[in-house]
């Protein structure tokens, strides 16, 4: 008796809150958009909508003298790109970085992941996951310049290199490989680590059951089994090093790449537009990319 | 995730649409990239100067607002805090292009803009007149230096100039011997330093290149190394072309330059004076840097204060303060230039100092090729038959490779 007169003055407010929730809960649409109404315009404006302007100021111009854009529709930039040969000759060198890069971590991080997930104790797991946790805490600008002072003359890598009578890379495309191979390991390690800590040991020993040695229980259990994770990696890497231009002015000598051309089109030449233009390439090589591996089936799972 | 392609892709026609929209009502206008300099945008100039606002944000040159961290006994920008109360905030320019896109943003103050981006700033409205009776120092900066074609339209100052200087020629005087006297040291294809060459990253290193044609192959017909037409143009980037294959790495950023011939990895290339100074500070390899027989390119500097400067009574006073003589006399020391304040010579430690930048002598100023926008309209009269500095941007992409 005495519960019921007490919630007396309390009820309309309840009753005010009873109905908003009661209203959310008949109407699901829009419970809905109260709750992604804010991250769908994020996204969509301020992420796919200034990807979208920066595309469209691809078909604008500049003024040759105060570098101000001007509104004109044009494929000028586009022609300008296609028709010099230096700008197809900066885009596969790109391409053949983002590979070269994609593969050389790939094979550091498959035995890595291998020993780590399958061979190494708890404890040195989870010291291991921790090594190569920590670096990615570092700038990336640090790491970058660490690198520069190896690869100096008479740095540690010549240093090393020289008992073998060889001599280190110095600056060049081949310092580039080198460093962005170093700065995105992580990024494909963890995902074949996670790739092999879900694959049971029981498919592992059943093949040694059943005779196979360990090359082929390699390639016909877990390589088909891990290719996804593999794949996922590779998107990271591939990207990372198709957009680097920051590595490349650090420790690539006079080397220049698709985001070189970009970056210096902003910064040096004050052409947006043929920026923006620019700009097509990586992208058009990432969807290209995404395509080509969604049609091996990789992306099915994930 | 089969679904993939046709949510992205009507993201992306959703967005492309509210980006046209958006962009629909500032498509028209502009009037295409023209040859002939545009009407000066009408910027007013500021009638008096107040108190300081507490902060200045400066576009600057290495080495012009130094504050003890590179040299404790270089140092003006703390002197400069206590007098008047402005906290300086100061970002490196590595190259004029970058000046004028940081100046684009609208962030900064003030900017001390070499001759190829002064135009530039005061043409796309960047920059606002200077009231020069309101900067007392001016009265005695050098006379050669005032209403000049690169600091000034129709004899209104566009700011105050604070120093000029040849680009030169370094080396490390270890490994290069004999010591070289020519700018041919690094346009020699076969060079015996292949490899350790360094060159400055901008395009306008190519007027580097076409002043050594101009004195080596006169039937090219250059005349001013910022007027090439496409021939002299096309043999300009030959010539960097064969430089390339030297090159161990372009420089842009100073400090890049000062790591390089520290560890050797350049001992030969173009430079400033500042960047020598700070290797000899250093000590860790010796270096020389020299104006070659062939003259040189160089700047002529002004500090410039922005069209919408949040605190423009700072950016007075700096000027001012920037143009001091003994300030003057220390920023020029410092960075190895000759100051523009005619008074500043009285000042410097080292009292021959003035004589070895020529900092009074107009006729060497003016034998200088100062860093200056290359146009359509050629700046040695011969009409509209130029390459303009959007082409030697890309030629410079196409020199690199």
Redesign the interface.
């Known amino acids: 008796m005495t519960t019921a007169t007490a919630t007396v003055p309390r009820a309309p407010a309840q009753s005010r809150g009873h109905a908003v929730s009661t209203f959310l809960h008949h109407h699901v649409w829009v419970r809905l958009a109260a709750l992604l109404s804010l991250p769908m315009l994020w996204l969509v404006v301020a992420y796919l909508g200034s990807l979208a302007a920066m595309l469209v100021a691809a078909f604008w111009t500049t003024n040759a003298f105060t570098g101000a854009v001007v509104h004109q529709t044009t494929l000028d930039n586009f022609h300008e790109l296609v028709s010099q040969s230096v700008y197809r000759k900066v885009a596969l060198r790109s391409l053949g970085v983002a590979a070269g890069v994609t593969v050389i971590d790939a094979l550091i991080a498959l035995p890595m992941a291998f020993y780590m997930a399958k061979v190494a104790s708890r404890r040195a797991r989870q010291l291991l996951v921790v090594a190569i946790l920590t670096p990615l805490w570092a700038s990336y600008l640090v790491k970058a310049y660490a690198w520069r002072v190896m690869l100096a003359n008479g740095g540690l890598v010549s240093w090393l290199l020289h008992p073998l009578g060889m001599k280190g890379p110095g600056y060049s495309l081949g310092a580039v490989i080198i460093t962005l191979s170093y700065l995105w390991l992580p990024f494909m390690l963890l995902p074949i680590f996670a790739g092999l800590e879900r694959l049971p040991d029981s498919l592992l020993e059943a093949s040694a059951d059943q005779g196979a040695r360990a090359w082929r229980t390699f390639r016909a259990i877990v390589l088909p089994l891990l290719f996804p994770a593999i794949v996922a990696g590779s998107i990271f890497t591939f990207s990372l090093s198709l957009g680097d231009y920051i590595t490349v002015t650090v420790v690539g000598g006079t080397t220049q790449l698709a985001a070189n051309v970009i970056y210096d089109n902003i910064t040096t030449g004050g052409n947006l537009p043929f920026a923006a233009a620019a700009a097509f390439f990586p992208i058009i090589a990432m969807l290209a990319y995404l395509l080509a591996v969604r049609r091996t089936g990789a992306l099915d799972n994930v | ?2 679904r ?2 046709r949510t992205t892709g009507a ?2 026609a ?3 649409v ?3 929209s ?2 629909g009502g ?10 002939a ?2 009407a000066v945008p009408k910027i007013p100039m500021a009638t008096q100067v107040g108190a300081g606002e507490g902060e200045l944000d400066l576009v600057n040159w290495a080495g012009y607002a130094e504050d003890g961290t590179n040299d404790k006994s270089v140092d003006w920008v703390h002197p400069f805090q206590k007098a008047t109360g402005c906290i300086v905030h100061d970002k490196i320019g590595n ?1 004029s ?2 000046m ?2 940081l100046m ?1 943003t609208g962030q900064y103050d003030g900017v001390s803009a070499s001759g190829d981006a002064t ?2 700033l005061i ?2 409205g960047q920059v606002a007149p200077v009231n020069t009776s309101l900067v007392p120092n001016y009265a005695t900066i050098q006379p050669f230096l005032k209403d000049r074609s690169w600091n000034s339209v129709d004899n209104q100052m566009y700011g105050i100039p604070h120093g000029w200087g040849a680009n030169l020629l370094m080396w490390n005087t270890k490994s290069v011997t004999p010591a070289p006297t020519s700018w041919g040291a690094v346009f020699d294809a076969n060079s015996p330093y292949k ?1 350790k060459v360094t060159a400055y990253d ?2 306008i290193y190519i007027a580097d290149a076409s002043l050594y044609l101009m004195r080596h192959k006169p039937d090219l017909g250059i005349k001013d190394p910022y007027a090439l037409d496409q021939k002299q143009l096309d043999a300009a980037v030959g010539l960097l072309k064969d430089q ?1 294959k030297t ?4 420089w842009a950023d100073y400090t890049k330059e000062v ?1 390089a011939f520290e ?3 350049s001992v030969i290339g173009t430079t400033w004076q500042v960047i020598a100074n700070l290797i000899a500070a250093d000590k860790k390899v010796s270096v020389k840097a020299i104006e070659p027989s062939e003259g040189s390119t160089g700047w002529s500097d002004t500090w410039m204060i922005a069209a919408h400067a949040k605190h423009p009574n700072c950016m007075y006073k700096w000027m001012n303060w920037i143009t001091s003589p003994e300030v003057n006399a220390q920023v020029a020391e410092w960075f190895g230039e000759a100051p523009a304040q005619s008074l500043a010579c009285e000042h410097t430690s080292d009292k021959t100092f003035c004589d070895q930048y020529h900092a009074a002598d107009k006729a060497y100023s003016d034998s200088l090729f100062y860093w200056t ?1 290359p ?2 309209h050629c700046l040695d009269g011969r009409g509209n038959v130029c390459t ?3 082409q030697w ?2 030629a ?3 020199i ?2």
Do not use: I
Not at chain 2, 26 to 35: C, D, M
Not at chain 2, 247 to 250: A, N
């Open positions: 995730m089969s993939l392609p993201a992306f959703g967005a492309l509210l980006a046209l958006a962009c500032s498509s028209s206008g502009g009037g295409g990239g023209g040859s300099a545009p190259t292009d970058e004028v896109q684009k135009l530039r043409y796309g490899g901008s395009p390339h090159v161990g790495e372009y790591q560890s050797s990895n926008t146009t359509k303009d500095y959007s941007t890309q410079w992409t196409n690199k490779g």
